[in-house]
Every structure is written in structure tokens, then in C-alpha cells.
């Protein structure tokens, strides 16, 4: 419906009008599509259309990321696809685009930056020795001692992954200072 595909629509529509649970719905539907086709005075299917891509990818010929990117172009409001885009960008461990996109938190009502999110912003910060805007939030004095902590530690180790592995376990298993030193294909504890 939201794609504007009248003759598909109809069909599932008729299905469900013949289901115990969904029939009043459909039924519902269906005389909306006879009314008006486009369904241009529905709510719902207006605030879809608003967030989904004008035209169909095959699934596979686009990264996930370019495809938030195309959502986010056109509707930069589009809180769900901005929210995912930060998700690929941190579990990903590209802070470089992560860190590019904090401010952008504000347009989506955030108060206070998230604890990962700011976890993450450090890691930035004390890896690339860069400092980082973090659009008018405030920096957590306990998050800064917690990565200062994991890295005395993890230093103590020599820089030993799987040796300070325990260690850093204990404390900090969750949180994204552990998932970015641990969470890759090739590490097994």
C-alpha cells in the first residue's frame, strides 16, 4: 500500500479480510483503496512513504550502509535508518563516521549522549589523540576513569589481548571499550 501498489495490495488485503484476527482491518483497507487509490488521506501509509526509499534495491547490491545513507538523504529526520547508521558505524568500529555524527543526536531528541555512544567517542579520542565535539553534551568524569583503567590494564599486559582478557572481563565485559578490543572474527577466548 505504501508503495503505491494497488493490485498487490488488494490480494493480501482480500487474504487477510478472510483471516479471524485481521479481517475488520483489511476489510477496513480495502474500502479505503476503492476510495482513493493512492491512499494520499492515510496516516500511516503517509508516514511510511515518508520513510522508505522511492525505488527498490536488490537486496544484496548495496551496502547497508549506503542504504541508510539513501534513507537519511531523503528524510533526514528519519529517526530509525540515523539510529541504525550509528549501530553499522559502531559495530563496525568506524568511529572516524561515528564520531562525525554526534552532533546530528540532537535533532533526534537525544538529552544526554548514550553511554556506548560516549564509550565510544573516547575510544576516538584516546586512539587518534584527537579531541572530539561532542555537540554540547557532557563527558562522564566516570567513563573517562574507566578507559583510563582499561588501558592501564591492558597495558600491564603488554598489550596482550588474550593475556588481559580476564582481567578486563571482570570489569568491563559490557561495555564498547571490550567489544572494540574483542568483538572480531579472529579472537577466541
Known amino acids: 500500500m505504501a ?12 487474504a487477510l479480510s478472510k483471516t479471524l484476527f ?3 482491518w483489511a476489510n477496513q ?18 508516514r511510511v512513504r515518508c520513510l522508505s526509499l ?29 539510529e541504525y547508521l550509528i549501530a553499522w558505524y559502531l559495530l563496525n568500529k568506524q568511529l572516524g563516521k561515528f564520531v562525525s ?27 587518534a589523540g584527537k579531541g572530539v565535539a561532542l555537540g ?6 566516570t567513563l573517562r576513569r574507566q578507559i583510563e583503567d582499561f588501558s592501564r590494564i591492558l597495558r600491564g599486559y603488554g598489550a596482550d589481548k588474550r593475556a588481559a582478557f580476564n582481567d ?9 571499550f571490550f567489544y572494540y578490543i574483542y568483538a572480531n572474527p579472529g579472537f577466541e577466548k
Do not use: C, W
Not at 548495496?62 to 540515523?82: C, G, H, I
Open 54 to 82: 522511492d525505488k527498490d534495491y536488490p537486496t544484496l547490491s548495496l551496502p547497508k550502509e549506503k542504504v541508510l545513507s539513501l534513507l537519511l538523504e531523503k528524510n533526514s529526520q528519519n529517526r530509525m535508518a540515523f
Open 101 to 127: 555524527n554526534i552532533e546530528r543526536l540532537r535533532d533526534f531528541g537525544y538529552i544526554e549522549l548514550p553511554t556506548h555512544y560516549e564509550e565510544a567517542a573516547l575510544i576516538y579520542v584516546y586512539s
Open 3 to 14: 508503495k503505491g501498489n494497488v493490485g498487490s495490495a488488494g490480494i493480501y488485503l482480500g
Open 22 to 24: 485481521h479481517a475488520s
Open 29 to 46: 483497507y480495502l474500502a479505503l483503496l476503492r476510495a482513493d487509490p493512492n491512499l494520499s488521506a492515510d496516516a500511516e501509509v503517509h
Open 136 to 141: 554540547g553534551y557532557q563527558s562522564s568524569p
Open 168 to 176: 578486563l572481563a571482570r570489569n568491563y565485559r559490557d561495555t564498547y
